[in-house]
Structure formats: structure tokens, C-alpha cells
């Protein structure tokens, strides 16, 4: 059996292959990496039976087959990165009487359904909230959300990071004969069109090497660094691989290669546009934490439960940014406006085995001091994963930062935008500290603050700082603003 009847099916085989492809991923992301497959070929799905965890800029998550049947090819691997569009495994229907009900010739009913492409009861299943209604007895002959329609196709090509020993010798020849003289490329990311067009290029007429022939901002880069100035007439050639040193592999002189991907670069692009776009100003103060540290223990013994100092210093934030809120604002740098938010949404900057993130405890200026702190530690216990859901990745108002864990004394940390200023905790230390008049060792703790300065001056950065800090150096004194 030939490779492109064993995939597409087109050509009456006994099994029909369907592919499942990476569903449009919203709020404008194109792209997203493959973490890990959750079945191998050869395994039997049912369907909305998750299959493969991605993770986009948001957040991971898992997807669902839109189809049942058996897994009969995986078209990338764990740690590529896949675009909107993109075929990500094929599904074989498996049992009897089924590919006889999706056969071409089946009858009107299925002429029909073919000749529409989709139904309004498709079993296929969307990306934001998973799950399907339950498939109709012909929901097979229609296109399902995230598949291929079943008209005659081409087999999709391996994945670029994975190239196959020997090449197809030829493609469909339904699909060669509609390309024009001059090829037009696939191009799925606006961001390679864009980068295309900054360097005076056209993508969709470079030649692409990533799955399906697509252009991928690899291939611009190269064009870009060859000195390509004008769009070829000429229909390009598709190697491959690029013959470059790929993620991760070490070249001859010992250095290796890692890609920027997924939530790595999503972090780079947004930290690159906070110091690009906002004027900031840092202001920061040594605070005596020893009474802090006190009030913590006396809390304790007398409730019989545990207290972050993380959550009461979280508690003092909340109280601060209730007094001084233009704080609590962002920049809308469309509408050129300062946005005071009613409510305050904090953020806890976190490291995680995916990278940096800040996942947002919402309401935190209506939660008692008991409801703080157990959202504060069922975020701090999530971070060990990094798996947070979309909306626990949004919605901040003003960042915590806490980098003492990490043994440093203080930093001048870049503000989450649109957020307009972010509070940053260094390490507790024993040192020497003047008390009444007398030199005594004391737990001192280095605060530093950052600002967006279109949104305020020094003013009331330096108000909202000291409030903190007369609070971590006397905690009785939050008692009227409580």
C-alpha cells in the first residue's frame, strides 16, 4: 500500500485515516509547543479522549481527539513547536461497516455532507472548553472542528525536527497541478509575514521548511541573512531540513543551540516592550522585619495555624493599595489613559519549571486576612508545577515579587505590563540596626520599588512604599485601616 492511501484514504483503502490538527488557539497565538503525547501509535481513542498537551503562551493544556479510531501516526515531537493549522496525528477508523458509511458513494446522505464540509453537529472538539455533545449516527461523513475535510488530500509531511530517511518521491497530483508557476509558501503566523515585510521580503514566496512546506521565522532569518532583497519569480524549492545547528544540538566549537519557544519567548517579548515603552523610576527601602516576624509567630501560637510571611505582607500591600490606588492602575496606551481598577487583582511573580510566570489572586481587596492567605498558598503550591489555567494567568492589577527566596538582598525588577508599578521582597538578614538610640541586631529586609512614571510621580510611590514599610516595622499600626 502506497504512503498516501495509507494516510488519507482517498484512494479506498480498508482503513480512513482523518488528521487532527491544531485548532486556532485564540486571543491571537499562532503558535504553541507540544509538551508531551498522552498515547503512541498503534493505541485506540475514543472520542474527546485527550491525546497531547501543548502549551501556548497562556497556558498548557490538554486537547481532546475529535475522532475515535486508532492512532495511526504522531506528525511532531514533544518540544516542537506547532502552528495553528497544523496536523498534529492521524486517526484510522477502526470496526466494521465504518469505512463503508463515510465511502463517497454511500448514498445522497453522504454526497450531501461531503459537499458542505462541515455540520453544525460536528463531533469535533473546540479548544475553550473541551468536551463535545454527543456525535450523531453519520457525524463521521461531516468535517469535524480541528480535521481535514475527507475530499481527496495529500499525506502530511513529518515534522522538520523530525526528517524521515527517504523522501516521497512525488505528491498528489491533484495538488501539483493547481500550485502556479510562481509557488506560493504556507505562511500561519502573522509574525514571520510581518518580520518578511519588515526586511523587504515577501514570505509566502520563500521557501518553507516546516511541516507542509510552511515558512517559519527560521526560514526569514535565513533569507534575511543571505542578503535576499527581492520576491524570486521562480517557484522555490522546499528542503528538508535547513542544514543549520538546531535547538539544542552542539556545533563543532562546543557551544550549543536552545530556540526561544513558548513561554520563554512570550516572557522576552513582554519584559523587551516593558523596558522599550515605560519610563521607570526605582525607589527602595531597608525595613526592620523583626517585629514582622513576631507578629507572625504570636499569630500562630494563638490560632494554631500556619501564616506565610508572604501572605501578611501580601495583606499589607492590599491595605497600601487601598489608600494610594492610582497604584493600582494600568496604561491603555491606545486610548492614551491612566485605568484606576476598582478592584484589586495581585499578582505573585513565580518561578516554575516552565519559566516565569504571574499567576493573579482575584478579589484580594475582598478577602479577610485568613482567605489571603490560604489563596496566596494554593498559588505559591501550583507554582512547583506551572500549571495554571488561562484566567489564573490574567487579569492583574500590581505585581508581588518576592526574590529574597533566592538569597538576593533586592533588585530593580521590570513591571508587568500594563500594570504600572510592581513591590519586590529581598532576603531577611541579621544586621546591625539602631533601636532608641542603641545599636542592636536586628531582621532587616530590603524593599524596592519600580513605577511606571506617565501614571505618577514620586509622590505617592514613596507614601505607598513607606505604608508597607511602617507596617512590616509595626503591624499593630494596619489595625485602622482595617
Not at 497562556?58 to 496536523?87: C, Y
Not at 455540520?119 to 463535545?132: E, H, P
Not at 505562511?187 to 519588515?198: E, G, H, N, T
Not at 494567568?393 to 521590570?414: E, R
Request: glycine share 10%.
Amino acid at each position: 500500500m502506497s504512503a498516501e492511501t495509507s494516510v488519507s484514504g482517498a484512494a479506498g483503502s480498508a482503513t480512513n485515516a482523518r488528521d487532527f490538527i491544531l485548532p486556532d488557539l485564540g486571543e491571537g497565538l499562532t503558535e504553541a509547543e507540544l509538551i508531551s503525547w498522552l498515547v503512541k501509535v498503534g493505541d485506540e481513542v475514543h472520542v474527546d479522549q485527550m491525546v497531547v498537551e501543548v502549551e501556548s503562551a497562556k497556558s498548557v493544556v490538554e486537547l481532546p481527539s475529535p475522532f475515535a479510531g486508532r492512532i495511526e501516526a504522531l506528525h511532531a515531537n514533544a518540544g516542537d513547536t506547532v502552528s495553528a493549522g497544523q496536523t498534529l496525528l492521524s486517526v484510522a477508523e477502526v470496526g466494521p461497516g465504518l469505512s463503508a458509511d463515510v465511502d463517497a458513494g454511500a448514498g445522497p446522505d453522504s454526497s450531501e455532507a461531503s459537499a458542505s464540509g462541515s455540520g453544525s453537529d460536528s463531533g469535533g472538539a473546540n479548544l475553550i472548553g473541551y468536551g463535545t455533545s454527543e456525535p450523531k449516527a453519520r457525524s463521521m461523513k461531516q468535517r469535524s472542528f480541528g480535521a481535514k475535510p475527507s475530499s481527496p488530500s495529500v499525506p502530511s509531511p513529518p515534522s522538520a525536527a523530525t526528517p524521515p530517511a527517504s523522501e516521497p518521491t512525488a505528491q498528489s497530483g491533484a495538488v501539483s497541478s493547481a500550485e502556479p508557476a510562481a509557488e506560493i509558501s504556507p505562511v500561519s503566523s502573522p509574525i514571520v509575514r510581518k518580520l518578511a515585510k519588515d526586511n523587504g521580503l515577501s514570505a509566502k514566496h520563500l521557501p518553507g521548511t516546516g511541516p507542509g512546506g510552511t515558512v517559519t521565522r527560521a526560514d526569514v532569518l535565513k533569507a534575511i541573512e543571505s542578503g535576499t532583497t527581492a520576491v524570486s519569480t521562480a517557484a522555490p524549492t522546499r528542503p528538508v531540513t535547513t542544514g543549520s545547528t538546531s535547538a539544542g544540538e552542539e556545533s563543532t566549537s562546543g557551544d550549543t543551540r536552545s530556540a526561544i519557544t513558548g513561554l520563554r519567548k512570550v516572557v522576552s517579548e513582554r519584559l523587551t516592550k516593558s523596558r522599550q515603552e515605560i519610563p521607570e523610576a526605582t525607589i527602595w527601602l531597608d525595613v526592620d522585619a523583626t517585629e514582622l516576624l513576631n507578629t507572625k509567630r504570636t499569630l500562630e501560637a494563638r490560632t494554631g495555624e500556619k501564616y506565610s510571611l508572604l501572605s501578611l505582607v501580601a495583606r499589607f500591600v492590599v491595605a497600601g493599595l487601598k489608600k494610594f490606588p492610582i497604584i493600582n492602575s494600568s496604561i491603555d496606551t491606545e486610548a492614551n489613559e491612566i485605568v484606576t481598577h476598582g478592584g484589586i487583582n495581585l499578582g505573585l511573580a513565580a518561578q516554575t519549571p516552565r519559566g516565569l510566570m504571574v499567576p493573579v489572586v482575584h478579589g484580594a481587596d475582598q478577602m479577610s486576612l485568613r482567605q489571603l492567605r490560604d489563596s496566596v498558598s494554593e498559588t505559591v503550591g501550583k507554582a512547583s508545577t506551572g500549571k495554571f489555567s488561562s484566567q489564573e494567568l490574567t487579569g492583574g492589577t500590581f505585581t508581588l515579587n518576592n526574590y529574597g527566596v533566592f538569597g538576593v538582598d533586592g533588585s530593580a525588577p521590570i513591571i508587568n505590563l500594563p500594570e504600572i508599578a510592581m513591590l519586590g521582597l529581598g532576603r531577611i538578614k541579621e544586621r546591625p540596626w539602631v533601636v532608641n538610640g542603641e545599636l542592636s541586631v536586628r531582621k532587616v529586609m530590603f524593599l524596592s520599588f519600580v513605577f511606571d512614571h506617565r501614571a505618577c510621580d514620586g509622590a505617592e510611590p514613596s507614601q505607598f512604599l513607606t505604608f508597607v514599610a511602617d507596617c512590616i516595622e509595626n503591624p499593630i499600626s494596619l489595625l485602622p485601616e482595617l
